[in-house]
T-cell receptor, first 118, second 114 residues
Framework: AQKITQTQPGMFVQEKEAVTLDCTYDTSDQSYGLFWYKQPSSGEMIFLIYQGSYDEQNATEGRYSLNFQKARKSANLVISASQLGDSAMYFCAMREVYMNTGFQKLVFGTGTRLLVSP | ETGVTQSPTHLIKTRGQQVTLRCSSQSGHNTVSWYQQALGQGPQFIFQYYREEENGRGNFPPRFSGLQFPNYSSELNVNALELDDSALYLC?????????????FGPGTRLLVL
């Protein structure tokens, strides 16, 4: 079974600084996908960024980038130029695929709470 | 493009009652997944519906059941509610068979069981 580990319960950063949220994963699959989601206090999970296991380049989406180190099984999220609105829970997730039925589910970590201060 | 919507937003029930939560998938998506998120934890997969059939299930008892309709909307039904069922229930839609299969979530339904 796949497992996602987020070891930082909380992170604190000042506005306009960069911050890295850690994520390590465990899988025996050769093909997999990694996702980061943001969850504000309202509860909705907002998709931020995706990295495929065969992607040669690290994924980037605006201020978000994913530092993908396959050999270390890590997929850290980097947020550049933090904004007050970035304060939220951040979840790393891996896609688990069941080849016999073709269905896919997400396995989530426990999340990291990011607080951005002025 | 319409995003994922869920109803109701909040719900209070008592132990032993039954509840139905509803989800409308994002336009063009054919797959719906349901997750339970207890306070302070990451979401846990309940089940997934594709072509109106359940085609994957997590470690949840049979009193958790669901439906998917021809328009790809979905329902989650929970019978014989227990206190531990209190959680945020998230619905996610995706397009199976194309692209990254990214799941897009709705705003969730907060269920409190007393």
């Amino acid at each position: 079974a796949q497992k996602i580990t987020q070891t930082q319960p909380g992170m604190f950063v000042q506005e306009k600084e960069a911050v890295t949220l850690d994520c390590t994963y465990d899988t025996s699959d050769q093909s997999y996908g990694l996702f980061w989601y943001k969850q504000p206090s309202s509860g909705e999970m907002i998709f931020l960024i995706y990295q495929g296991s065969y992607d040669e380049q690290n994924a980037t989406e605006g201020r978000y980038s994913l530092n993908f180190q396959k050999a270390r099984k890590s997929a850290n999220l980097v947020i550049s130029a933090s904004q007050l609105g970035d304060s939220a829970m951040y979840f790393c997730a891996m896609r688990e695929v069941y080849m016999n039925t073709g269905f896919q589910k997400l396995v989530f970590g426990t999340g990291t709470r990011l607080l951005v201060s002025p | 493009e319409t995003g994922v919507t869920q109803s109701p937003t909040h719900l209070i029930k008592t132990r032993g009652q039954q509840v139905t939560l509803r989800c409308s998938s994002q336009s063009g998506h054919n797959t719906v997944s349901w997750y339970q998120q207890a306070l302070g934890q990451g979401p846990q997969f309940i089940f997934q519906y594709y072509r109106e059939e359940e085609n994957g299930r997590g470690n949840f008892p049979p009193r958790f059941s669901g439906l998917q309709f021809p328009n790809y909307s979905s329902e989650l039904n929970v019978n014989a509610l227990e206190l531990d069922d209190s959680a945020l229930y998230l619905c996610a839609s995706s397009l199976r068979g194309q692209g990254t299969g990214t799941q897009y979530f709705g705003p969730g339904t907060r269920l409190l069981v007393l």
